[in-house]
């Protein structure tokens, strides 16, 4: 779907929000149906997952939901659009969704060539191998020859090849069409071993069985920059989701959390919002309904895969700067 942006300066009675000097078609269209439609995975445990009470979890999902608090002033004013990694960059191309939040890694093919922008990166992750432990391989040598399990429409296969290629050594990749298809093949020894980001891995090892029967080996395969992108003909909407992000890493650095703004605690951060958010055409309190009923990055990360999750994935890269990590956000004013 191809729209187009026009050059106007306006307020949204509704929101307050003044929309700028470049309003955004899709925004439009977010606000006329009152709900944000994104795309997400079938089912990845930490990343976007229905749990047993039929909730939508994940970093994936409060992503998204943050979005949706800073642009309609509900989180909960979203509309999942469950996709398998073959259906993710075609269904953001033909306007079916709005924003896909669906673990996908950022490449150049993907922006060059399926008619997306990526924003930035929500986990920084890469590919690594789940085997069971009674089969004692404890390295990815001892994999060749055997046949691996991946997800269709990912970087797997081509990981892989290129990671035994130099060695001499061979896998063969069986492809997927969904985690729990992969993981069903996996359970029964239809494959040796399972690939994919370390991350969904950890997931899925808590979904089969006992998870001390598995183990996830020491070695990485690729770099996965995982992040939700928008199609690339709507430069306002990209602007407007990659600010809502960065307001959320701000919040975290500044030690705003979902409590701090229900009890009122003075930020400086939201002292500034309103005229922040203007020109981006986001309400007068993105930044306050974004924590506020999302939480900053931290406590999305943490609730998800950190200790709170029960997975227990350390911050790693994911961290702020401030400690080490990769996760930063600019300058907002």
Same mark, same amino acid.
């Not at 191998?129 to 404890?138: A, E, N, P």
């Not at 970087?155 to 130099?166: E, T, V």
């Given at each position: ?7 106007? /300066? ?5 929101? *307050? ?28 445990? @930490? ?10 979890? =994940?970093? #994936? ?12 002033? #509900?989180?909960?004013? &979203?509309?999942?659009?469950? $996709? ?10 033909? =306007?079916? %969704?709005?924003? $896909? ?11 060059? @060539? ?11 992750? *890469? ?15 001892? $994999?060749? =020859? ?46 040796? *071993?399972? &690939? ?14 006992? !998870? ?7 070695? /990485?395969?690729?770099?996965? !920059?995982? =992040? ?6 709507? !430069? ?63 406590? %999305?990360?943490?609730?998800? $895969? ?6 227990? %994935? ?9 400690? *080490?990590?990769? %996760? ?6």
């Amino acid at each position: 779907m191809t729209t187009d942006t026009t050059t106007d /300066t306006t307020t949204d009675t509704s929101t *307050g929000a003044t929309t700028g000097s470049t309003a955004s078609p899709t925004l439009a269209a977010v606000r006329a149906r009152g709900r944000l439609r994104v795309g997400v995975s079938t089912g990845i445990k @930490g990343l976007s997952w229905t749990d047993e009470q039929g909730v939508r979890r =994940g970093l #994936d999902v409060d992503t998204a939901r943050a979005v949706a608090a800073a642009v309609l002033g #509900d989180a909960d004013a &979203v509309d999942y659009v469950e $996709l398998t990694p073959e259906q993710r960059m075609p269904s953001l191309a033909d =306007g079916s %969704i709005d924003l $896909l939040s669906c673990n996908a890694t950022w490449t150049l093919t993907r922006e060059c @060539g399926a008619g997306a922008v990526f924003l930035p990166t929500t986990a920084y992750d *890469g590919g690594a191998f789940m085997v069971k432990k009674s089969t004692g391989i404890t390295e990815a040598a001892q $994999l060749a =020859g055997r046949k691996l399990a991946v997800l269709g429409g990912t970087s797997s296969a081509a990981s892989l090849d290129a990671y035994y290629g130099p060695q001499g050594l061979e896998v063969t990749a069986v492809p997927f069409d969904t985690p729990a298809e992969a993981l069903a093949a996996y359970a029964d020894d239809s494959v040796d *071993g399972y &690939v994919c980001d370390r991350i969904v891995l950890a997931g899925e090892r808590t979904r089969i069985g006992d !998870p001390d029967d598995h183990v996830i080996l020491e070695e /990485t395969i690729s770099n996965e !920059p995982m =992040g939700p992108a928008v199609r690339d003909d709507d !430069p306002a909407w990209l602007r407007i989701n990659r600010w809502v992000f960065f307001a959320l890493v701000a919040a975290e650095a500044e030690g705003l959390t979902a409590a701090g703004v229900a009890a009122g605690t003075p930020s400086a951060l939201l002292d500034r919002q309103a005229g922040l958010g203007a020109a981006a055409g986001l309400p007068a309190t993105w930044i306050q309904d974004a924590v506020g009923q999302v939480g900053n990055y931290g406590e %999305i990360y943490d609730r998800n $895969l950190g200790d709170a999750s029960g997975l227990g %994935i350390p911050r790693g890269l994911n961290d702020l700067w401030l400690r *080490g990590g990769l %996760i930063y956000a600019p300058p907002l004013a």
